[in-house]
Nanobody
Framework: QVQLVESGGGLVQAGGSLRLSCAAS????????MGWFRQAPGKERDIVAA????????YYADSVKDRFTISRDDAVNTVYLRMNSLKPEDTSVYYC?????????????????WGQGAQVTVSS
């Protein structure tokens, strides 16, 4: 059974940092793109960042560019999201997901497996 488990969320003051981790089990996702999405109350789930199957290509939403960094460690089947200079508008539930292919996709329909979500709250 495939399972993705996010960790590292929490409450932080504006300007602070957090690192989210997403550990996958049940199969290896080496060679598959992985992504982080977020969903605030009353809003759609949007992509935050994605990384290709090789790890050499990345994508960031404009709102997080230069503040967030996505990375992966296939040896431990884990993807990370380092979040710096956090803002109150970053407050959301963050989800990791595994893509269907090697290349980066930015829509949630292109991702097959999802974690349960991690709450990130940034206070002003």
């Amino acid at each position: 059974q495939v399972q993705l488990v996010e960790s590292g969320g929490g409450l932080v003051q504006a300007g602070g940092s957090l690192r989210l981790s997403c550990a996958a089990s049940g199969r290896s996702f080496r060679g598959y793109a992985m992504g982080w999405f977020r969903q605030a109350p009353g809003k759609e789930r949007d992509i935050v960042a994605a990384i290709s199957g090789s790890g050499y290509s990345t994508y960031y939403a404009d709102s997080v560019k230069d503040r967030f960094t996505i990375s992966r460690d296939d040896a431990v089947n884990t993807v990370y999201l380092r979040m710096n200079s956090l803002k109150p508008e970053d407050t959301s539930v963050y989800y990791c997901a595994v893509g269907r292919a090697f290349g980066i996709d930015t829509h949630e329909r292109d991702y097959d497996y999802w974690g349960q979500g991690a709450q990130v709250t940034v206070s002003s």
